[in-house]
C-alpha cells in the first residue's frame, strides 16, 4: 500500500497543496493589510525607510530621537546587526513610503521558507521515495505552529536570520547527499557559509548555529563517513574569518559591531538588559515556549498513532525515515539549546528552529498520513475540499472584521495636524509605551520627549491631561483614549 501513496492518480495532487496554502492566508493575508505589526517589526521598518531617505547609514543605523528602552539610546541604533534594515532599505527606495514594502517582504520570506523547507524535504527522503510528494506536510507542520503563523507577518529579524540558516543547512545537505565517487563541489559549502554569514549580519551569533549541520548529519547517519566533515567545515569557517576579518578591518563595521557586542551581547549574557524571568527557570522558557506550541503536533501524532494501533497496521521502520528525524530534531536543538545560556527569551527566538521541528514531525507522521490518505482516498479528497472552503470562509471574515490599530491610527491623524520629522512630547507616564515609539516614527518619523513644558504638541492620555492648562491649550481627541494637547504660549 505505502508504494502507491502519493501518486497523482490517486486524488489532485494539488489539492493537499491547496488545503495548506488556504490555511497559511487565514493568518497571514489579514496581517498583511492591517498596518498592524508587533512593535519590534515596526521598528525595523521604520530604522529600513530612514536609511532608504539618507537618514543614517548601513553601519549607523537611525531610528529616531528617542528610544523606549535605556539600551539603545545612543547616536544610531546598535541593538541588532544591519543587514535586515539594509536589505528592506532598497525595497523602500524602488517602492517609495509604504507598508507594502515590509509586507511585501514579509511575503517573500514567507515563499523562500516554504521553498527551502520543501527542498530539504525531497533532499532528505531522496527521489525514489513513495514520500517525496508530501512536501505540503512539514510547510502545514511548520506553519500551525502558533510562533511561525503570528511571527512571519511580523517583520521580526529572526524570520531573515532563519531564512539565512535554512538555506545554509540546504546547501550543506546538497553537498553532503553527493556520492562519493563523484567530484563534490565546493561551491556548496561556500554557499553555505556565505549563509551563515548572513544570519550573523541580520541577529548575531544565534545565527552561527548551521555550522555544526555537517557534524550532525554524520552522527545521524550510520552510513556517513565522520572523516567527510572536515573539508565542507573547514570551508565554512574559512568564509567566515575572511568575512570577520573585513568586518574589523573596516573601522564603521567595527565600530558598530563592538558597540552591538558589548551593549546587546555581553549584556544579555551578564542578565542586565530584557529578562523573561529570575531563577533557574528562567533558562527554559524557550524549551517551555516550544512545548505549548506543539500541543496540536503532539495531539496529532498521539492520535495516528493510536488508529494505526488500533487497526493493527503493520508500518515497518524505514532507516531513512529514523535517520532522518534524528538529523533534524538534533539541528532543531542545536538552535536552540546555546540560547538557554541567556535569560533574555521569547517566543520568537524560536523561530531559527522550527523548521526543522516540522520535518521532524512531518517524518513522523507522513507513514500514517500517508496510509489514511490511500485507505480513504474520497474521504481525503472530501475532508481537504471542506477544510479549504473553511480557510477561505475565516479568512474572508477575518478581512472584514479587521480592527484598525489604534497607534498606527493616531500616527496618521498626526500627519495632519504636526509637522513631519518633528519631536512632540508625551507624558511621563506614557514614555515606555514601545507601540508609540514605533508607529509614530514609522508613519510621521515622530520622535518622542518627556521635556513637555518646551513642547507644542503632546501626546497625553486622561490621567495626565490635568498637568495642561485647558482653557488656553487646544486639545484634539485621537483613538484608544489619547488626546494631542496643542500647547499654546
Known amino acids: 500500500m505505502i508504494s502507491s501513496v502519493g501518486k497523482k492518480d490517486n486524488y489532485p495532487w494539488w489539492l493537499p497543496w491547496l488545503f495548506t496554502l488556504s490555511f497559511i492566508l487565514i493568518t497571514f493575508l489579514p496581517r498583511s493589510v492591517d498596518d498592524t505589526m508587533f512593535m519590534d517589526g515596526v521598528t525595523y521598518a521604520a530604522i529600513a525607510r530612514n536609511m532608504s531617505e539618507g537618514i543614517g547609514s548601513f553601519w549607523r543605523p537611525f531610528f529616531a530621537h528617542s528610544f523606549w528602552l535605556p539600551y539603545d539610546n545612543g547616536d544610531y541604533f546598535s541593538g541588532q546587526p544591519p543587514l535586515q534594515f539594509g536589505l528592506q532599505s532598497l525595497l523602500f527606495r524602488f517602492f517609495g513610503d509604504t507598508p507594502a514594502v515590509e509586507n511585501g517582504y514579509n511575503l517573500l520570506i514567507l515563499i523562500s521558507y516554504i521553498f527551502l523547507i520543501v527542498k530539504i524535504w525531497q533532499k532528505l527522503l531522496g527521489p525514489a521515495s513513495p514520500f517525496r510528494a508530501f512536501g505540503w506536510l512539514p510547510v502545514l507542520c511548520w506553519y500551525s505552529i502558533v510562533i511561525v503563523y503570528y511571527s512571519i507577518p511580523n517583520n ?7 531564512l539565512f540558516c535554512l538555506a545554509s543547512c540546504y546547501f550543506q545537505l546538497i553537498f553532503l547527499k553527493e556520492e562519493i565517487a563523484q567530484k563534490q563541489n565546493a561551491v556548496w559549502p561556500l554557499l553555505a557559509g ?47 574569518a575572511i568575512n570577520i576579518a573585513g568586518i574589523l578591518a573596516y573601522a564603521p563595521a567595527r565600530e558598530f559591531m563592538t558597540t552591538y557586542f558589548n551593549g546587546q551581547v555581553v549584556q544579555a549574557l ?49 532507516k531513512t525515515i529514523t535517520e532522518n528525524v534524528l538529523l533534524t530534531g538534533l539541528v532543531a536543538a542545536s538552535g536552540i539549546v546555546p540560547m538557554l ?149
Open 270 to 318: 551578564f542578565q542586565k538588559r530584557e529578562k523573561a524571568g529570575t531563577g533557574w527557570a528562567a533558562h527554559f522558557t524557550l524549551v517551555l515556549e516550544l512545548l505549548r506550541n506543539l500541543y496540536p503536533h503532539l495531539i496529532a501524532l498521539a492520535g495516528l498513532y493510536g488508529v494505526s494501533f488500533g487497526l493493527k497496521w503493520k508500518i515497518p521502520r524505514e
Open 156 to 162: 521580526f529579524l529572526d524570520s531573515t536570520m532563519g
Open 194 to 240: 556565505i549563509c551563515i554569514v548572513l544570519a550573523f549580519l541580520t541577529k548575531g551569533p544565534v545565527g552561527l548555529y548551521p555550522l555544526v549541520f555537517t557534524g550532525i548529519y554524520a552522527v545521524s547517519m550510520h552510513s556517513f563517513q565522520f572523516s567527510r566533515v572536515f573539508r565542507p567545515t573547514i570551508i565554512m569557517l574559512v568564509v567566515i
Open 341 to 489: 545560556v541567556s535569560i533574555k527569551q521569547y517566543p520568537h527566538y524560536l523561530l531559527p528552529a522550527l523548521p526543522f521541528v516540522a520535518l521532524a514531525f512531518a517524518l513522523l507522521l507522513v507513514q500514517r498520513v500517508a496510509l489514511i490518505m490511500e485507505w480513504k482516498k474520497q474521504l481525503t479528497i472530501i475532508a481537504l475540499s471542506i477544510g479549504t472552503l473553511a480557510f477561505w470562509g475565516a479568512t474572508s471574515r477575518k478581512l472584514t472584521t479587521i480592527q484598525p490599530d489604534i497607534h498606527s491610527s493616531n500616527a496618521k491623524q498626526l500627519r495632519t495636524l504636526v509637522p513631519s520629522a518633528a519631536t512632540i512630547g508625551i507624558c511621563h507616564d506614557l514614555f515606555q509605551h514601545a507601540d508609540i515609539h514605533a508607529n509614530f516614527q514609522r508613519y510621521h518619523h515622530l520622535s518622542l520627549s518627556t521635556q513637555i513644558d518646551s513642547m507644542q504638541y503632546v501626546l497625553a492620555d486622561s490621567a495626565c491631561l490635568p498637568q495642561f492648562d485647558l482653557t488656553k491649550d487646544s486639545l484634539v481627541k485621537l483613538s484608544g483614549g489619547y488626546f494631542l494637547v496643542i500647547q499654546n504660549p
